[in-house]
C-alpha cells in the first residue's frame, strides 16, 4: 500500500465511523431533539471526512483535481447543520416534547419573551 491509499483509507474509515455513530444515534437517543442532533452533527462530519478522502485519491491517486467534490464538502458543511437546526425548530413549535430527563429548554424563555411583546 502506498501513502495515499493509506491517507485515503484513513479519511473513509473515519467518515465511516462517523456514519455509523449517527445511525446508532439516532436509533438509540431518546428524543427527536437528540437525534436531529446526532445525525445533523455526525453525518456531516462522517460525509465531510469520505469526500476529502475521495478528493485526496483523486488529486493525490490520479493527478486530478476535482473541484466538484469541494463543492459538495462546503455545500455539506453549510446546508446540514442548518437543517437540523430548522427541523429541531420546528419540532418546538410544533409542541414535540423533550425527554422526560431533559434538565435544560433554552428556548422557553425565548418564547416566552417573544409572547410578551
Do not use: C
Amino acid at each position: 500500500m502506498t501513502a495515499v491509499e493509506i491517507l485515503v483509507s484513513i479519511f473513509v474509515i473515519i467518515g465511516a465511523l462517523f456514519n455509523l455513530l449517527a445511525a446508532i444515534g439516532i436509533v438509540r437517543l431518546q428524543d427527536v431533539y437528540s437525534r436531529i442532533h446526532a445525525a445533523s452533527k455526525s453525518a456531516t462530519l462522517g460525509v465531510m471526512s469520505v469526500m476529502l478522502g475521495t478528493f485526496l485519491y483523486f488529486l493525490l491517486g490520479q493527478g486530478e483535481y476535482v473541484g466538484k467534490i469541494l463543492l459538495t464538502i462546503l455545500f455539506v458543511f453549510i446546508t446540514a447543520p442548518a437543517a437540523g437546526l430548522m427541523m429541531g425548530r420546528s419540532a418546538y413549535n410544533v409542541g414535540v416534547p423533550l425527554w422526560k430527563n431533559s434538565v435544560q429548554d433554552d428556548l422557553k424563555e425565548v418564547k416566552r419573551s417573544e409572547k410578551k411583546h
